[in-house]
């Protein structure tokens, strides 16, 4: 069993590596940076199941119980027909490396790898792909357009690379539904990491503070929450599959939804 945990440009080769030498393998997300690593990926995933072994990704909100439950509300047609989404990856500053004497161009870049697209796929990529994960679940689908605009407005020192601090992208799916994304990482502004989804009969809001929402026209509004987080039920769902020899690969949702991040990144 392999946990692939370094940074994301390195995930392919390690995943493909893993595969080849008989290995179960948790990998974190995202699973690449770009086109070819997911490629890569695609290839493993398939090698994976033709060998029998289990691939679990990073997209730990897929296991948690109540996140199912709010997505099976909207299957079930809670809010009616969905109509568009919209989520938010919006924080503040996270950590730095600053560059040390003696270290080289290489070596500063990948200890410091999350202010490098080629690194960490930009942290549009490395992070929000969480919530771009749960507008494709939603939507059964992924996008297959997208417009945006980004830029740097506090990361703009030798420190922070070459990666952009604010992000907006709006994507289309293939039956027209539109999703509307926000990413922003800027110190002293609105900080918010939550998914919305507007049907014709309400909407449902999954917010940070670990509740969810359900608002329908002329109904009272129905709050639960949804409960501890998936970082454990991920490994248990991935240990139990394989204690009782069943499939089990995560590997196409998570490559669709790193493909949407690299998508709405190219936008921007």
């Known amino acids: 069993y392999v946990i692939l945990a370094t940074p994301p440009r390195f995930r392919p080769e390690q995943l493909e590596a893993a595969i080849k030498a008989g290995k179960h393998v948790f990998m974190e997300k995202p699973v690449a940076v770009d086109v070819p690593g997911v490629l890569t990926v695609m290839a493993a995933g398939q090698e994976a199941k033709q060998k029998g072994l289990g691939i679990a990704a990073g997209t730990q909100r897929r296991h948690q119980k109540d996140y199912q439950e709010t997505i ?3 299957r079930d047609g809670a809010i009616g027909e969905i109509v568009y989404a919209r989520c ?20 500063w870049q ?45 990361r703009i020192g030798k420190d922070y690379g070459e990666i952009f601090d604010h992000h907006t992208v709006e994507f289309t799916y293939p039956n027209g539904l ?17 998914d919305h989804v507007y049907g014709s009969k309400g909407h449902i809001s999954m917010e940070q503070n670990n509740v969810s929402v359900l608002r329908v026209k002329g109904q009272p509004a129905q709050k639960w929450k949804r409960g501890t987080s998936g970082h454990q039920i991920e490994m248990d769902d991935l240990f139990a599959a394989l204690a009782a020899g069943k499939p089990y690969n995560e590997v196409d949702a998570t490559v669709t939804s790193t493909m949407t991040g690299i998508l709405g990144r190219m936008a921007t």
């Open 178 to 194: 539109k999703m509307f994304s926000f990413c922003r990482h800027i110190p002293n502004c609105w900080q918010n990491g939550s």
């Open 110 to 154: 990948i200890r410091n790898w999350y202010y490098f697209t080629w690194l960490s796929g930009d942290h549009y990529v490395e992070q929000h792909v969480h919530n771009l994960d749960m507008c494709n679940w939603i939507a059964q689908a992924h996008p297959i357009e997208a417009q945006g605009s980004g830029g740097r407005q506090v």
């Open 72 to 74: 099976q509300r909207i």
């Open 88 to 107: 938010y990856w919006n924080g503040g500053e996270i950590w730095v490396i600053p560059r040390e004497e003696g270290w080289s161009d290489i070596e």
